[in-house]
Structure formats: C-alpha cells, structure tokens
C-alpha cells in the first residue's frame, strides 16, 4: 500500500492453498519496477504515484489499491492515514516525492522529472540518515543524463515502468518503506566494516550477503520491526536472497576472463 515500486517476478501462489502456515515463494528472477510520476490519463494512481497525485484522496486511494484484489478486506482508515503522517514526517524519500507534488500544484502545467541519487556523500543509515536533498533532486525541463551513473529517474508521465537496479541504496526502501520508515539506505557499494575507514585502499567491503544477515539478525536495543513483519519478512528475505544471486552471476559476468585464464590454468596443472 506505501511501496514506491512494484514486485516483478513469478510468484507462486498455489503453495498456500492447502493448511499449513503461508509460504511466499518464486520462480525465476524478480525486479522492482517504479512507473512515472504521475498515472496515465484515465487510470488510478498506484505505487510511487499515490504520494504526488490526487493526495487530497490518498487514503481512499490507497485503501482501493487492495481491495480491488480482496474486496472483502477491512481496512483502518485511521491506521492508513496514521502511517501516511509518519511517512510525511520522518521518511526522506516521501519527502522527496512530496517536494515533486509540490511543485506539480504550483505548476501542473510544467514538465519535471525526480532524480533518485545513486551516490551518497556520508552512510545513510539509521542514526546517520540521508537528507532529502541526498536522496533525491527534482528536475524541471530539460536535463543531461551524463553521470547519472545508477541513479533512477522518475520520468513526469510515461507508459513504461523501469527497473531498480539491486545496487541503489534505496532499492530496498522504496520497496518496503515500513521497514525503513526513515529511508535509511539499504545495501551499497563500498559499506566499510565497522571501524574501518573507508579511504584505506586495504579497507574490507561489506559484501550484499553480510549486509542482509547483518539485517536479519536480532540485537539487543534494537527494533524488531522487520523480524516482526510476518509475511512481509518472508517477502523481504526472499527478495534478498535473489538479490544476492543477481550479485553473484554480475560477479561471473564482470569477471569472466579472469574465471577463464584460472581454469585454464587449472587444465594444464592435471595435464
């Protein structure tokens, strides 16, 4: 209902129709895709759109993106619109897109564009969260898409839907915004282990696989709200399972030859 983007993949639902607890699984790859700012014209808004169009009805909104698939479902209108002020208030992705809404009732006649960064100047997480203007930059008019380098940009109003790449920080808190109510960065590049300076040229790297166990472990003093997210962790770790296979084959494929000349290599030694 708060998701920025939408899960692709090839979710298997006949798992569940017999007793037994509820399993989420899937087939295949899976992708986070994000649509345009604002819906075609004639349709509802959904997903990323839900926080920039037709807000003075966004929780009728948001509540219709749901029960158009479980008509039957009792949903809080309070509990919805409660969220929605916690988002608004402390989540700097929300209010990147707020700024976009913004901007969209002053001049609903201009065309723009949000530019989710990619890089970020300091570690964005938790207890040293990114600000909105690290997160995301709002582009009016033309632009140049020279060293946009991983960064996502939310076109104004398009057709197609475009996929996250697994190595943007917010690729998991666009996804699961309740998990990361303060758009604290998800998995990056060049996470130093603690105590680590990371301009060391010898400085270890956190690798995706150690990021998300880090996660998925319980500490003291800690929130639980992801170990307590019930079907949601399941999706959630699920999704980062496949994001570390996605990490794992991007490995083979940047280093091929590499693979290759060590397997020769190998060939010669048992000849």
Not at 57 to 72: C, D, G, H, L, S
Not at 79 to 106: P, T
Not at 137 to 151: A, S
Not at 162 to 174: A, G, K, W
Request: proline share 4%; with cysteine.
């Amino acid at each position: 209902m708060f998701a920025f983007t939408s899960m692709g993949g090839r979710i298997d639902n006949l798992i569940n129709q017999s007793q037994g607890s509820y399993v989420f699984r899937m087939s295949g790859q899976n992708y986070h895709h994000i649509g345009s700012l604002l819906p075609e014209h004639g349709k509802n808004p959904q997903f990323a759109q839900l926080y920039i169009y037709d807000t003075e009805n966004e929780t009728e909104n948001r509540i219709a993106t749901i029960q158009k698939t479980k008509p039957t479902t009792e949903i809080e209108h309070d509990i919805v619109n409660q969220l929605s002020q916690m988002l608004d208030q402390h989540n700097s992705l929300v209010k990147s897109f707020r700024m976009a809404r913004d901007r969209f009732k002053e001049q609903p006649e201009c065309t723009f564009r949000l530019r989710l960064l990619s890089t970020r100047t300091k570690d964005g997480r938790q207890y040293n969260l990114p600000t909105v203007s690290e997160v995301a930059g709002l582009i009016v008019g033309d632009f140049n898409e020279e060293n946009c380098e991983r960064d996502v940009i939310v076109e104004h109003r398009t057709n197609g839907l475009q996929r996250i790449t697994d190595l943007h920080p917010s690729f998991m808190p666009m996804t699961y915004p309740l998990i990361h109510p303060y758009g604290e960065d998800g998995y990056r590049l060049r996470i130093p282990f603690r105590g680590e300076l990371e301009n060391e040229s010898d400085t270890k790297k956190l690798t995706m696989r150690q990021y998300y166990c880090f996660r998925l472990q319980q500490r003291l003093n800690e929130g639980h709200s992801l170990l307590q997210a019930g079907r949601l962790l399941q999706q959630y770790i699920v999704d980062c399972y496949m994001a570390i296979e996605e990490e794992r084959f991007r490995w083979i494929r940047n280093n091929q030859n590499n693979l290759d000349r060590t397997l020769l290599g190998l060939m010669d030694l048992c000849s």
